[in-house]
């Protein structure tokens, strides 16, 4: 049903582009000199008109249905039921949803818990119905509206531009608040999680148990919470990861961009993005199944004490997954590079090679510390490979051929089932993801200050 509405509406509203083009040409003759603007825009006029309102109130009653069902039927619950502790009156709405759309419940449906999927049948048909013909007829008006406003002296395109300005306006301003929403919420947390714990023991101890006991009496009741160990894991298997990706991704870019023959770039470049599509389980396998057990039967047969479960594994596995990050965007950027530049240093006695390094890469420098960034990113928040080929233990070690652990493996694992959010345990993940917001916030500054410098230099 919603799609279907949704489908409608569109169609009403590409009725109503024809219909305000058609209009404005009509008016003036069929001569679109006449008009302030272009017959398309008074289309677009139109077809805003007709869609926007509408298309607004569904997504507001998409968001608001499920609060207003809820308070429907909570009011017309029996009083038993609004009795309940505001856990169980959630259970039970829960149950009422679940058995209303064909779900499973928590216990045998009760007769008021029928009555109650009942209800929420009936309210969720009654608000199907009702949201459409609003919305039809939202969109109806708003046709019969914008229609009527089109004429030669109209500035249609002034009043799209208009809309225009707004959507781009609402969506930057989304992201920003998103932006804002996040961080907060890691500071809260993490503010709470430094009331119990003091970050002096967090930033700078090297022993992380975080499993505190529910008894004082079991070991490591109190917990430990030094986040070092944690940190160095990060680091050990993101540099392993960067020293695979970074070369191999920017070699492959450079070779693409300057050396290979189009019908070689066609081939190669997608396969090579292949591997950004392959999930990360698959690459998880991988490295817990072959690369794992090979690199420990080469450290046998040197004499080395390979861990089962190793940095080194997870580090070269993950580096084979980040290689299309930074291949893909550095030959984009590369191949961006004006054509003349290639030319000028040549005419000037530059080797190819010297024009690469002297003129193409400074140039594309931008592009591809952008690159290096997002692989460094996308390193820093991987866990399904951590997970199957490093481990969960959190070891203060910089030997790669040990097991280690990273931040995002710890954050999942502290958030792992039905976990309450006044233990130090639990906010511990919060005060980890702020300190990974920040490490990325500087990297991303010290880039964007290397950058400046080369560019200033360079120009």
């Not at 302030?36 to 007709?50: I, M």
């Amino acid at each position: 049903m919603n799609l279907l509405l949704l489908a409608v509406l569109l169609a009403l509203a590409g009725a109503a582009y024809l219909l305000g083009r058609r209009r404005a040409t009509k008016l003036v003759g069929g001569d679109p000199r006449a008009l302030h603007s272009r017959p398309t825009y008074h289309g677009y006029y139109v077809a805003l008109w007709c869609g926007l309102p509408a298309l607004a109130l569904v997504l507001v009653w998409w968001l608001a249905q499920p609060q207003v069902l809820d308070r429907v039927v909570l009011a017309e619950a029996p009083a038993s039921v609004q009795q309940l502790p505001p856990e169980r009156v959630d259970l039970f709405l829960r149950d009422a949803r679940s058995l209303a759309y064909g779900g499973v419940t928590s216990g045998t449906p009760t007769p008021e818990l029928e009555r109650a999927a009942e209800r929420f049948r009936s309210l969720q048909t009654a608000g199907r119905v009702g949201l459409s013909a609003a919305a039809l007829s939202l969109a109806v008006a708003g046709l019969t509206w914008g229609r009527r406003r089109v004429s030669p002296e109209f500035r249609a395109r002034n009043a799209v531009e208009r809309s225009l300005d707004v959507f781009l306006v609402s969506c930057s301003t989304v992201a920003i608040l998103t932006t804002i929403g996040i961080v907060l919420s890691l500071i809260f947390e993490a503010a709470r999680f430094f009331a119990l714990v003091s970050p002096t023991e967090f930033l700078f101890g090297t022993q992380w148990s975080p499993q505190t006991a529910l008894r004082a009496d079991q070991v490591g009741s109190s917990g430990a919470f030094g986040a070092i160990p944690v940190f160095a894991g990060t680091l050990v298997i993101t540099i392993i990861a960067m020293a695979v990706a970074v070369p191999v991704g920017l070699m492959a870019a450079i070779y693409l961009s300057e050396y290979a023959r189009s019908s070689a770039r066609a081939v190669l470049k997608p396969v090579l993005e292949v591997l950004a599509g392959v999930p990360t389980v698959v690459y998880g396998f991988f490295a817990a199944l072959t690369v794992g057990p090979v690199i420990r039967g080469i450290g046998n047969t040197v004499g080395l004490d390979v861990a089962s479960e190793s940095a080194l594994g997870a580090g070269l596995v993950m580096g084979i997954m980040i290689i299309p990050f930074v291949s893909s965007l550095s030959d984009d950027v590369i191949s961006a590079v004006p054509q003349a530049m290639r030319d000028g240093a040549l005419g000037l006695g530059s080797t190819k090679s010297e024009m690469i390094k002297r003129v193409v890469l400074p140039a594309a420098l931008h592009g591809i510390v952008g690159a290096v960034l997002l692989a460094v990113s996308r390193a820093i928040g991987e866990t399904m490979i951590v997970v199957m080929a490093a481990g969960l233990a959190a070891n203060l070690t910089a030997n790669p051929l040990e097991a280690v652990t990273t931040v995002t493996v710890q954050i999942v694992t502290l958030l792992v089932g039905d976990q309450e959010f006044d233990s130090a345990k639990t906010l511990a993940a919060f005060a980890l993801g702020l300190v990974l917001f920040f490490v990325t916030l500087v990297l991303n500054v010290i880039a964007l200050r290397v950058v400046r410098r080369y560019r200033e230099q360079y120009e």
